[in-house]
């Protein structure tokens, strides 16, 4: 009997035509036992193996083959799709290059090729493997998504978003395309048209947790505070994961409601994929503690965050022996100039000289902070070291200006203030413009509004606290030099997008973070001539020009 006879082949040939791939890897397996010689029936076998999610031995049946009979696509191919489940990308990668070289005219080869190369980081050889595929195929819809995504994740949104569209167009059942859409347009501000996209998502996949968590943030931008918090309440019920239960609690503190909202923020970490330092004691949460102890305050997050939250360290000390605060090199000098009785370290310390540890940003629930509580704290808490450098003045008002944030921040495109509108303020008489923005005066310049600039001197935030105590005004966005300038008590107007971050709470110009702080919200979402319009005439009342 031949081996293509064999009872078992058969069994295999109808599971695979029902698609059972494990119950077809399984018969061949069976048939291949007695006919170990058959190099047809391995490779059906490794393929199948490899289709049934059984990497390991789907490499090991199919590397002897090829080499045996190395000139079968589909079995290069299905060996490339074993090595890159198995994490070895680049044995995945020389496989499937074998499968184009012998079947150069198959779009869906040249896909599996780019997502490897993309994996190893060649983007550029990635790319071209797509825009092959779509030559060959330029209705192939997996190519788009693909490409999109390279593109996305490379820079370039208005092609990337030429391309879900393209998927779309080529398959409008395509959830990935549509949701990852969504995304893109939120990413880049597009929030109506995002709102469409996610709601698009959830009317063919209402149990889709992220669409809806996604739902809730472009609710949220566009001033449809309840609508959001539903959505994020509906992804919580699909998926009791991390990022709608932080949604909710920054929600929860916009609206004043400090209870709730310290709660649900102490998801933050896991919400943002941020893995919390290793420090090996027992967490503090606002027990009473032996008279001896010892606590360790850590910094978290942005250097805003930390600005924000160090007023409450030198309290500490009234419940513990010592107090230390670990917080990064720029900022180790200013906490050491300003927080009395506390030891500053620059780095994490040796937990064994600790009883207790707490992130700083989980002092507020910790302490359980509201507006009343808060205002027990005095403003200012931090103060300039001795030798830094003030501003060196000019002539009239003298104010800083600070236009935007960490790039690297998901949402710095949001609160970024462009340059263009701000340079019409570079026109009004008595005013000697700062530049607050390190390393980017020159940016200023290349938009129209010079400004002087002593950024290439500051060694840290002690130098720029220096500089900012020389000034008249601090104008900023939401960033960090809007903190430092509040926590030294040096007046600082900050201009917001609409969607205000949780810490300037709603319909506000106050806060009751920084006395000396006064807010200018976008009226509507995205509308920042209006925002910079409402700055520039509470400039010209100050100077007492006409308005």
Request: hydrophobic share 45%.
């Amino acid at each position: 009997m031949s081996w293509r006879n064999d009872p078992a082949v058969a069994r295999a040939g109808a599971a695979e035509a029902g698609g059972d791939w494990m119950t077809a890897y399984r018969h061949y397996d069976e048939a291949l036992a007695r006919w170990p010689r058959q190099l047809p029936l391995q490779l059906a076998c490794g393929i199948a193996a490899t289709r049934a999610g059984e990497s390991a031995a789907a490499r090991a049946l199919l590397e002897p083959a090829l080499r045996e009979s190395p000139g079968q696509a589909h079995g290069w191919a299905a060996l490339g799709q074993a090595c890159a489940r198995l994490g070895d990308p680049v044995a995945a990668r020389a496989a499937l290059a074998r499968a184009v070289a012998l079947d150069p005219r198959s779009p869906a080869l040249r896909l599996n090729l780019a997502n490897v190369l993309r994996t190893l980081g060649e983007t550029a050889a990635a790319r071209a493997e797509l825009e092959r595929a779509l030559q060959l195929a330029p209705d192939y819809a997996p190519a788009h998504y693909n490409l999109a995504n390279l593109l996305r994740d490379n820079n370039a949104p208005e092609a990337a978003k030429a391309h879900y569209l393209a998927a779309l167009d080529a398959a409008p059942d395509h959830l990935e395309s549509r949701y990852n859409l969504g995304c893109l347009l939120r990413q880049h501000g597009e929030m109506t048209e995002a709102l469409a996209t996610f709601e698009a998502v959830l009317a063919r996949a209402p149990g889709h947790a992220d669409a809806w968590h996604n739902l809730g943030g472009c609710r949220r931008a566009l001033g449809d505070w309840e609508g959001a918090r539903a959505a994020y309440r509906q992804a919580l019920a699909l998926s009791d994961t991390p990022l709608p239960r932080y949604a909710l609690g920054t929600l929860d503190l916009l609206h004043g409601r400090w209870r709730e909202g310290w709660i649900g923020y102490e998801a933050r970490w896991a919400a943002c994929g941020v893995t919390p330092p290793t420090v090996p004691l027992p967490r503090w949460h606002g027990e009473a503690v032996a008279a001896t102890a010892r606590l360790l305050v850590f910094s978290e997050q942005g250097y805003g965050d930390l600005l924000q939250f160090a007023r409450f360290v030198p309290q500490l000390q009234a419940r513990f022996a010592t107090v230390t605060l670990a917080c990064p090199p720029a900022m180790a000098r200013l906490m050491a100039a300003s927080l009395d009785g506390v030891t500053v370290c620059d780095h994490l310390p040796d937990p064994a000289t600790f009883t207790h540890c707490v992130p700083i940003m989980s002092l507020a629930a910790t302490l359980q902070v509201d507006e009343a509580m808060l205002r027990t704290f005095p403003v200012p808490y931090l103060r300039t070291p001795e030798g830094g450098a003030p501003a060196v003045r000019g002539t009239g008002l003298n104010i800083g200006l600070c236009w935007t944030g960490n790039p690297g921040q998901a949402d710095n495109i949001q609160r970024t203030v462009p340059l263009g509108l701000l340079r019409n303020l570079a026109h009004l008489p008595g005013i000697t413009w700062h530049n607050l923005q390190q390393g980017k005066a020159e940016q200023a310049r290349a938009a129209g509004f010079t400004l002087h600039d002593a950024s290439a001197h500051w060694r840290d935030f002690a130098d720029t606290a220096a500089y900012l105590d020389g000034l008249d005004l601090v104008i900023s966005a939401c960033t960090s030099i809007a903190h430092l300038a509040g926590a030294l008590g040096r007046p600082v107007w900050l201009v917001s997008r609409f969607d205000a971050d949780w810490r300037w709470l709603l319909a506000r110009e106050d806060s009751p973070w920084y006395p000396s702080l006064r807010l200018f919200r976008q009226p509507r979402p995205g509308d920042w001539p209006a925002a910079v319009a409402a700055l520039e005439g509470a400039l010209r009342q100050r100077l007492g020009a006409p308005i």
